[in-house]
């Protein structure tokens, strides 16, 4: 039980850890485009809808990588 808790709390880190660096790529592949920018001070509504789905595809790859 406990094997199953660790490994849950590591692959979520790991997940997190992965998102964070395909959008951080994400903004380095854009150079022209700085998209937090675009989201946080320009309240760019369809481009925060785009970064949305954008995780959401990440996350669902990465779960199924982990428990596939």
Do not use: C, D, Q
Not at 19 to 30: G, K, P, R
Request: proline share 3%.
């Amino acid at each position: 039980m406990y094997n199953y808790i660790v490994s849950s709390v590591v692959y979520s880190f790991i997940g997190i850890a992965i998102l964070v660096v395909t959008f951080a790529l994400a903004e380095w592949l854009t150079p022209r485009h700085n998209l937090r920018k675009e989201i946080l001070e320009n309240k760019n509504m369809p481009l925060a809808v785009l970064a949305g789905f954008f995780m959401l595809a990440i996350a669902i790859i990465i779960a199924s990588a982990i428990h596939g």
